[in-house]
T-cell receptor, first 113, second 115 residues
Framework: DAKTTQPPSMDCAEGRAANLPCNHS???????VYWYRQIHSQGPQYIIH???NNETNEMASLIITEDRKSSTLILPHATLRDTAVYYC??????????????FGGGTRVLVKP | ETGVTQSPTHLIKTRGQQVTLRCSSQ?????VSWYQQALGQGPQFIFQ???????GRGNFPPRFSGLQFPNYSSELNVNALELDDSALYLC??????????????FGPGTRLTVL
């Protein structure tokens, strides 16, 4: 699976949009971009994933650049409960090639009042 | 719909002992993956079970073993516990249908402390 690079930490204001960048310059054509978050001492929570197109669900939006070498997770209206470590993971889209998630260091997001 | 559950929540063992952790997968899911998360680090993949067979393993010694049952629940067994085995153990379930990747949903974890 391709390696990802994320900033180690970032702050954002409550009520504002939080934009979390992720670089995955070595991504292959059959690899998905997944985002999870982990609130202190809890299990990781699935947020969203995408292959080529931008995706949106009730939690967030995922913007993938046209060359797929980077992506941005957008939390539209951050709340204090969004304070967590956010992980960007690139994963091959073929279970025969392995189905594990490889977590990096993630971005520690602190939402401030 | 019931999510992924794990038991126990916390566990304290001494070095050299054996431990069994349990995971019930989300309703409708047929695949279970186990991860170890040491303090301050991201989760590390231990292994995955699909249709009651191990299907992929991370860089963990053989004293880490597992089982998956016909109802798709799973156990993680660790023998000869070492101090470094102290960690949060996470179980994730998913539905594998065909060859395309599946989304894994995590349980709350079991916090194991080895003294």
């Amino acid at each position: 699976d391709a390696k990802t690079t994320q900033p180690p930490s970032m702050d954002c204001a409550e009520g504002r949009a939080a934009n979390l960048p992720c670089n995955h310059s070595t991504i292959s054509g059959n690899e998905y971009v997944y985002w999870y978050r982990q609130i202190h001492s809890q299990g990781p929570q699935y947020i969203i994933h995408g292959l080529k197109n931008n995706e949106t669900n009730e939690m967030a939006s995922l913007i993938i650049t046209e060359d797929r070498k980077s992506s941005t997770l957008i939390l539209p209206h951050a709340t204090l409960r969004d304070t967590a470590v956010y992980y960007c993971i690139v994963r091959v889209a073929d279970t025969a090639a392995g189905n594990k998630l490889t977590f990096g260091g993630g971005t520690r997001v602190l939402v401030k009042p | 719909e019931t999510g992924v559950t794990q038991s126990p929540t916390h566990l304290i063992k001494t070095r050299g002992q054996q431990v069994t952790l349990r995971c019930s997968s989300q309703s409708g899911h047929n695949t279970v993956s186990w991860y170890q998360q040491a303090l301050g680090q991201g989760p590390q993949f231990i292994f995955q079970y699909y249709r009651e067979e191990e299907n992929g393993r991370g860089n963990f010694p053989p004293r880490f073993s597992g089982l998956q049952f016909p109802n798709y629940s799973s156990e993680l067994n660790v023998n000869a516990l070492e101090l470094d085995d102290s960690a949060l153990y996470l179980c994730a379930s998913s539905l594998r249908a065909g060859v395309m990747t599946d989304t894994q949903y995590f349980g709350p974890g079991t916090r194991l402390t080895v003294l």
